[in-house]
């Protein structure tokens, strides 16, 4: 158990729809990325966070999509009006930025199926 | 930006055999490889990983190379197991201003039992 917990695990919307997924990883994870991860594939990057600060993004996160991390702690993962070609799993993962802090720990995902 | 190759796409072996997992990068900045096991439903377990000062790794059954000439990386698992069977996924880490890892496309590891 790597302590990130996502919610919700499974989430079903129908296209248009706007969709919001939470990441709650330990307080020693300074450090908080966003992957996606479509069938078949490996999980691609997202985004980054260092505590609150948003420090990188991918090409991947169109404008409908905005991620948070308020108090750099829990962070959010908002999508826009949803489209069937966002359907994958969304994961998150945190690592702790000191000594071997390149180690991602990853969460369980949120599966998002868009109808 | 940086690419990661891996093969093969699926391993089948019989319990008690050797597996093994290529993959290849292609940024000579990158200095950190990890690799994951994903079960079903599940995400992306850490279970080994190598930085690009050290050539080998072991742990227990699962050991890690990597040569940094020809860019490439292997895992190894010996003496499988049934609950060794999951997807296995390796990564690269530039850390060259990006946080991000850049996985492989991942192999589907099958112990007969």
């Known amino acids: 158990d790597t302590g990130v917990s996502q919610d919700p695990r499974h989430k079903i919307t129908k296209r248009g729809q706007n969709v919001t997924f939470r990441c709650d990883p330990i307080s020693e994870h300074n450090r908080l990325y966003w992957y996606r991860q479509t069938l078949g594939q490996g999980p691609e990057f997202l985004t980054y966070?260092?505590?609150?600060?948003?420090?990188?993004k991918s090409r991947l996160l169109s404008d409908r999509f905005s991620a948070e991390r308020p108090k750099g702690s829990f962070s959010t993962l908002e999508i826009q009006r949803t489209e069937q070609g966002d359907s994958a799993m969304y994961l998150c993962?945190?690592?702790?930025?000191?000594?071997?802090?390149?180690?991602?720990?990853f969460g369980p995902g949120t599966r998002l199926t868009v109808t | 930006g940086e690419n990661v190759e891996q093969h093969p796409s699926t391993l089948s072996v019989q319990e008690g055999d050797s597996a093994v997992i290529k993959c290849t990068y292609s940024d000579s900045a990158s200095n950190y490889f990890p690799w994951y096991k994903q079960e079903l439903g599940k995400g992306p377990q850490l279970i080994i990983d190598?930085?690009?000062?050290?050539g080998e790794k072991k742990d227990q059954r699962i050991a890690v190379t990597l040569n940094k000439t020809a860019k490439h990386f292997s895992l190894h698992i010996t003496e499988t197991q049934p609950e060794d069977s999951a997807v296995y996924f390796c990564?690269?880490?530039?850390?060259?201003?990006?946080?991000?890892?850049?996985f492989g496309k991942g192999t589907k590891l099958s112990v007969i039992p």
């Open positions: 990564a690269a880490y530039s850390g060259a201003g990006s946080y991000q890892l850049t």
């Open positions: 993962a945190g690592s702790t930025g000191q000594g071997t802090f390149y180690e991602q720990y």
């Open positions: 966070f260092q505590n609150e600060a948003q420090l990188e």
């Open positions: 190598i930085r690009s000062n050290v």
